[in-house]
T-cell receptor
Framework: KQEVTQIPAALSVPEGENLVLNCSFTDSAIYNLQWFRQDPGKGLTSLLLIQSSQREQTSGRLNASLDKSSGRSTLYIAASQPGDSATYLCAVIRTTVYNFNKFYFGSGTKLNVKP | DAGVTQSPTHLIKTRGQQVTLRCSPKSGHDTVSWYQQALGQGPQFIFQYYEEEERQRGNFPDRFSGHQFPNYSSELNVNALLLGDSALYLC????????????FGEGSWLTVV
């Protein structure tokens, strides 16, 4: 069974800091890995999708890496801003029958960036 | 282009009652998945609908059922509500044009009292 763990559960940093969020998974037979952002009381917004054959993806101040052999992914946020405050969720994606992509989510890291 | 829309946004039900939640997928998407997210947890997969059939199901009891209509919209029904069913219910849609990316709605907050 795929278990996805995110550390830390919560993080509070001053504005401008660079920070790293961690995601680990138990089964390396994954298809892809995706990072999401969730604002309080809202749905999920996709940030970055890393295909299993890739090692990293970048979008603006965000960089996500994937190391399947060690079962780890990191989300790096450069020059954090108060608007980055949200919960960040990683999801491991496995393909099952009918070419169905099943998502296994971690519990998230709640980030607070202080002005 | 409207994204994934869900209704209602919030509702309160009494233990033992039944609830129906609705989802309209993003335009052009034909696959709808439902997730339950308890407070402080990540979303848990309930089931997925494609071509009006339930194709995959997570570890949820039969009290949770669903339906997909010809226009690809979907409903999630929960019978005999328990206090533990209180959660945010998220609908996600995907299609051939979205590759491996799924799009989530804003969710329906269900409180069971």
């Amino acid at each position: 069974k795929q278990e996805v763990t995110q550390i830390p559960a919560a993080l509070s940093v001053p504005e401008g800091e660079n920070l790293v969020l961690n995601c680990s998974f138990t089964d390396s037979a994954i298809y892809n890995l995706q990072w999401f952002r969730q604002d309080p009381g809202k749905g999920l917004t996709s940030l970055l999708l890393i295909q299993s054959s890739q090692r990293e993806q970048t979008s603006g101040r965000l960089n996500a890496s994937l190391d399947k052999s060690s079962g780890r992914s990191t989300l790096y946020i450069a020059a954090s801003q108060p608007g980055d405050s949200a919960t960040y969720l990683c999801a491991v994606i496995r393909t099952t029958v009918y070419n169905f992509n099943k998502f296994y989510f971690g519990s998230g890291t709640k980030l607070n960036v202080k002005p | 282009d409207a994204g994934v829309t869900q209704s209602p946004t919030h509702l309160i039900k009494t233990r033992g009652q039944q609830v129906t939640l609705r989802c309209s997928p993003k335009s052009g998407h034909d696959t709808v998945s439902w997730y339950q997210q308890a407070l402080g947890q990540g979303p848990q997969f309930i089931f997925q609908y494609y071509e009006e059939e339930e194709r995959q199901r997570g570890n949820f009891p039969d009290r949770f059922s669903g339906h997909q209509f010809p226009n690809y919209s979907s409903e999630l029904n929960v019978n005999a509500l328990l206090l533990g069913d209180s959660a945010l219910y998220l609908c996600a849609s995907s299609g051939t044009d979205s590759g491996n990316t799924i799009y989530f709605g804003e969710g329906s907050w269900l409180t069971v009292v």
